[in-house]
């Protein structure tokens, strides 16, 4: 899913509906392929029957090779998509909490402000096994009047994007606190680079774009065979009506037939 996308409202409900949809037809597809495997080899491709026979071969032979990463990518896209409710509701529950006592204080002036470089040693021994990336002054938006916000991140590849404020009285320099996100925003920021293959640098995001490649094989081979079979079912209709079909000269005509 796009990431310059994820801030329009518009396009984040389309695409969290969209991979919505993708995970759906991934298990309903599962389902009726287990039934349907039940008769023949893992992996056979009939290419010695009718064609459409054998696009079913191919379509379920892909489908079956790509469903552990298919569904990954489809469910961390839609996870991806629930970012904007999430932090909301983040900033509604735990971060009003934490603010609440403060919320009425004055923002004190930059003259009884604390140390800037103290506030980030405190924050770096408050959380020791990340970063410091980040820090608001009293009164920014989303902040304390009376607090430097500094925001740590993991210092790993896995730990990049799990984010820890720490707050730090910038009256007195003391640690009010560090608090780590909750449950479901970790699950998110892990599961993003998940879905775009960040995690393990370009050999991972070229084996991404070749999985992509597979699946939209997968895809084309599912239009073909619905396309098919709209084609045979328009035929049974129509010889039902009392037409027959001539695909003598490639193209299908349709000639009456005698009473």
């Not at 597809?29 to 287990?34: A, I, N, P, R």
């Not at 009293?138 to 790993?156: C, D, I, K, N």
């Not at 073909?224 to 299908?252: C, M, N, Q």
């Amino acid at each position: 899913m796009n990431k310059s996308l994820s801030g329009k409202p518009g396009a984040v409900q389309f695409l969290g509906l969209m991979g919505g949809v993708f995970v759906a037809s991934l298990i309903s597809g599962t389902v009726l392929y287990g039934r349907f495997m039940k008769r023949l080899p893992f992996g056979s491709v009939r290419t010695d029957r009718a064609s459409r026979l054998t696009w079913l071969d191919l379509h379920n032979l892909l489908g079956a090779a790509t469903l552990v990463w298919a569904t990954v990518v489809g469910f961390t896209g839609l996870v991806n998509e629930l970012q904007t409710p999430l932090f909301g509701l983040w900033r509604v529950t735990d971060v009003r909490q934490i603010l609440r006592p403060y919320a009425s204080l004055p923002v004190p002036s930059q003259d009884h402000l604390s140390s800037v470089q103290a506030a980030f040693d405190t924050a770096a021994k408050a959380a020791p096994s990340n970063e410091v990336t980040g820090l608001s002054f009293p009164g920014a938006s989303f902040g304390s009047p009376v607090h430097y916000v500094l925001w740590t991140r993991g210092a790993t590849p896995l730990r990049a994007r799990l984010f820890t404020p720490v707050l730090v009285d910038a009256r007195t320099g003391e640690l009010t606190g560090a608090y780590p996100m909750p449950w479901y925003l970790r699950f998110l920021e892990i599961s993003r680079p998940l879905h775009f293959g960040d995690y393990g640098g370009m050999p991972l995001k070229i084996l991404w774009a070749l999985l992509d490649v597979v699946v939209i094989g997968v895809l084309v081979s599912g239009l073909v065979l619905w396309a098919s079979k709209r084609r045979i079912a328009t035929d049974a209709r129509l010889r039902a009506l009392g037409y027959e079909l001539d695909d003598s000269d490639g193209v299908p005509a349709l000639a009456e037939r005698a009473g």
